[in-house]
Structures are given as structure tokens and as C-alpha cells.
């Protein structure tokens, strides 16, 4: 058995919405070859495996795909080891050292806009545009489509579909959040997929912090079956 916590990340003020993820803590104690397995079971846009915690190195899996780096993942899983060993400085997926904060109830993470996958970025004229989306532009597999809300107050609404990773639209997207904001050179509030909220600013370095609220919705014991 393996303990897997399961958080919603980007969550409205209230705790509403959110980006459904799975952790487990102990990532290490579970056999390389059950990762991707594990994560296609789960159904979670992304499942972490942290690999040391004292450490902060961590591995993220789509139910089909291993990624270098992601956004909710990175929120939570800061989030998370907070919780269970005190506050951390840095998390360390294999894209690189992403560094972590906490400010009130937000945790934030920075990494650099390049690390995040290759979305397209689709601006729309309207948010009510947004709303109407059933899936991704024709011919798009990895589509964030976004438009503003308030272009004064940095206010986005966007929707993200990733088909090639195995996830027909993800409720919050932080990475893509992330890149968005570097592309934009400001800060902004995104309201993504259901109502989830996500922050993002540029930051020194070409990094770009993004940022949110994170609950913890369960703990509960995965049985892992080793196939070696």
C-alpha cells in the first residue's frame, strides 16, 4: 500500500473548483514501472510521485505521459510538503529547481515559461467565446484559449485542452497560466475551466511565479501491485 493524499489546486476563495491531483509522498517506495499505470488509474490530469522529500524531488505523470514540469502539480505538492514537514524552498522536478513562497493563503511556485508543454496560445474576442468552446480549435492538440475579462485589471478567462496527454480539458492550468504571463510581461488573475483561480507575475530571472489556493480533499491507501 501507498498513501496518496488527493488536493484540488487553484481553488476559488471560497475552496470551490479547483484542479484535482493526486501525491504520493512516499513516491520512492513505488516501482518505476507502476508510475505511468498508477496515473492512468487515477484518471487525475496529473498524478506526483515524490521521489525524496527532504529534497523536494518530485516526477509528474498525465495518465499518459511523463512531464518535466507542471503547473498544479508544483502548487500542490509545495503546498503539501508544507503541511507535512514545514515550509520549503525549492522543488526539484526534472525540468529544474523551481522555487516556492508562501504568502497568506496562496503557495507559489517560479519556473522559467520554456519549461512549460508547447500549448497553443488562442486569443479570443470575448469571454463568453471561451464559454462556448466544446473542445480545442480544429487541429489543435495542446489549445489554451483565453481572452479577457478585464485587460485593465490583468483579468483572463481561459480553457485549456490537452487530448495528447490524455486529458480532454484541464480545470486549471498552471503552466500554461504560467507561459501566458510571460508571453504578456504582466500579472495577472486567470478564471480557468469551472471557476478555478490562478495568479501569475513575472519575477527576475525570466522566471514567472504562479500561484493559488490548494485543499486537501483525501487520504487514503492506493495498493500498489509491483509487476516485476
Sequence with gaps: ?????VLRVFTAAAGAHGNPLGVFSTGGDIPEECRQPVALDLGFSETVFVDDAERAEMRIFTPQIELPFAGHPSVGTAWLLRREMGEIAVLRPPAGEVRVRYEAELTWVAARPEWSPPFEYVELD???EVDALDGPPEGLGLAYCWAWEDEAMGQVRARSFVPEAGVEEDE?????ALALCGRLERSLEVRQGRGSDIFARPVQGGFVEVGGRVVLDDVRDYPIVDSR
Design 126 to 128: 470575448s469571454s463568453a
Design 1 to 5: 500500500m501507498a498513501t496518496l493524499h
Design 172 to 176: 486549471a492550468t498552471g503552466s500554461a
